[in-house]
């Protein structure tokens, strides 16, 4: 039987759980090694779709074990496109604080996003009403500079 990351799109819907977290996190370094990823991109991806899928499950879902999470996978030939969503209350973006400001510094929230932001090539939030889907996007060509 093909594993489910031999297609260039897959999709799941997951339970508000630690074990779903991992699921999404071991899935999506998959996806990034069939895409070519290089050893040092690869965990990086990981760690920013671990942290998007436990802001989905802890922040948005609160662990309820009636809501769920949902992530996708999709190969194209420009980018790996990671997309996961919760049945929460719903994110404002703008609304978070800035982990490197001196007064958060020592804040133990809000560094999630900013390590997402930080990995990815684009991120986009998008409310569902209920709930948040967040787009994560990583280019698979380099791009050219400027120069």
């Known amino acids: 039987m093909a594993d489910s990351t031999d297609k260039p799109r ?3 819907t997951l339970d508000s759980t630690l074990d779903s977290v991992n699921k999404i996190e071991q899935t999506a370094e998959q996806y990034a090694q069939r895409a070519g990823f290089d ?3 690869i ?8 942290e998007a899928a436990v802001n989905a499950v802890l922040h948005g879902n609160a662990y309820d074990v009636n809501k769920h999470i949902t992530a996708s ?23 978070l604080p800035d ?4 007064e958060n510094i020592l804040r133990g929230s809000g560094r999630g ?20 889907e967040l787009t ?11 120069t």
């Open 39 to 41: 050893e040092d991109t």
């Open 10 to 12: 897959a999709s799941f």
């Open 136 to 146: 994560l996007i990583k280019h698979r060509t380099p791009a050219q500079s400027g």
């Open 73 to 95: 996978f999709e190969t194209t030939p420009a980018d790996l496109v990671i997309r996961i969503a919760d049945q929460g209350p719903g994110l404002d973006p703008s609304s």
């Open 99 to 102: 982990p490197l400001a001196p």
């Open 113 to 132: 996003i900013f390590l997402i932001r930080a990995f990815m090539d684009e991120v986009n939030f998008r409310q569902l009403h209920p709930g948040t």
């Open 43 to 50: 965990p990086h991806i990981a760690m920013a779709v671990r």
